[in-house]
């Protein structure tokens, strides 16, 4: 059965001050742990024993808590500056030897290409263009794991987006080509939410009397050296913008792709608000790579969620030290702490919480 995080969340007391510093020690030896993210690996790397590390499922329980209120909070003073977008997308927790741990399911991977064991998440992030903070998610199981509970992606994306607009402010929803359907299109125009989203070129369209494939329709004909064009037609009722998109791809080819929106935009500014999905990506390859999304071992449901908090408390530390050091990429943080071992680094990254709370 898939438990909801807000769920959880509503039914834990005030976090105490006490397990805030003890979350606050575990996101640094997240930080500064080269190795998996287990418990003995946290202890055995950062000289510390293994009691001092452990998380109890009451400790799991308070972290979801902690961290969700402070990702939230975050996002809100950052909001004061200027509405960010809103982005939804699902990846796979890689447990290929699991048998027993919660939520996990058969998913399709889009770096494999192929069916996977894995624990699929959708995380909700929301970004300014100049920081990407990951702050909810959701666990997918297919129909056979599931059973009475089970629930599309594109319902818990609905779920999701719906539980953001309660807690944080945003101006346009970003989704990937997976959840261009119908059901989405209806659900985000009836509601009001602005939103862009990449959309198969298969998928027919109507204008005027006539309709077409996207990638036959005669109104999309590149000449030449042009690299875009909007038009305004209908899709299954719903009146819309369509952009194409040519763009080189890695063999050096060129190939066309496709945005619908419900903003009303030129066509370089649909592709522009389009690549603004592009941190998510950033985010799932730096939690995979970098800070263990998958290395928990847990057959705990909560412990698997305070897990993943954990992860992004630590990517949402890095993208605030990333700000104040002007640098680039998370990527760069982490050689801060992995390599130089400077103290000083890591005194900075805890005065950010003042800095940024204010």
Request: proline share 2%.
């Amino acid at each position: 059965m898939i438990i909801s995080i807000q769920n959880v969340i509503n039914s834990i007391p005030n976090v105490t001050q006490e397990i805030s510093k003890k979350f606050s020690l575990s996101i640094s030896l997240f930080l500064r742990t080269s190795e998996r993210k287990t418990f003995s690996s946290l202890a055995r790397c950062n000289n510390l024993s293994y009691r001092s590390v452990y998380v109890t499922n009451d400790d799991a329980l308070n972290y979801i808590k902690y961290s969700k209120n402070y990702l939230v909070s975050l996002i809100k003073n950052f909001s004061k500056y200027g509405k960010g977008k809103l982005l939804i997308d699902f990846t796979g927790i890689s447990k290929p030897f699991s048998q027993n741990i919660s939520d996990v399911t058969y998913d399709y991977s889009g770096t494999t290409k192929r069916v996977e064991k894995c624990i699929s998440v959708g995380f909700c992030v929301w970004t300014n263009g100049k920081i990407c903070i990951p702050f909810d998610f959701e666990n997918w199981l297919r129909k056979k794991d599931a059973v009475d509970t089970y629930k599309t992606k594109i319902e818990l994306a609905k779920e999701l987006i719906i539980s953001a607009q309660k807690e944080i402010a945003f101006n346009e929803v970003i989704l990937d080509g997976a959840f261009a359907s119908q059901e989405m299109i209806q659900f985000l125009s009836e509601n009001n939410f602005y939103f862009t989203m990449r959309i198969p070129r298969n998928r027919v369209i109507v204008i005027g009397k006539n309709a077409y494939q996207l990638q036959q329709c005669p109104k999309f004909r590149l000449k030449r050296n042009r690299k875009f064009k909007v038009i305004y037609a209908s899709y299954k009722g719903f009146h819309c913008y369509f952009t194409a998109h040519k763009r080189k791809t890695k063999n050096g080819n060129f190939d066309v792709v496709f945005i619908i929106s419900n903003v009303r935009k030129t066509a370089r500014k649909h592709v522009i608000t389009y690549r603004k999905r592009w941190p998510q990506e950033k985010f799932h390859r730096t939690a995979k790579q970098k800070l263990g999304l998958a290395d928990c071992q847990s057959t705990s449901r909560y412990k698997q969620h305070a897990h993943i908090f954990m992860v992004m408390m630590a990517y949402t530390k890095l993208e605030l030290m990333k700000i104040y050091k002007k640098k680039k990429s998370p990527e760069e943080i982490i050689k801060l702490f992995r390599h130089q071992k400077s103290p000083k680094d890591y005194r900075d990254l805890r005065n950010l919480e003042e800095t940024f709370m204010v």
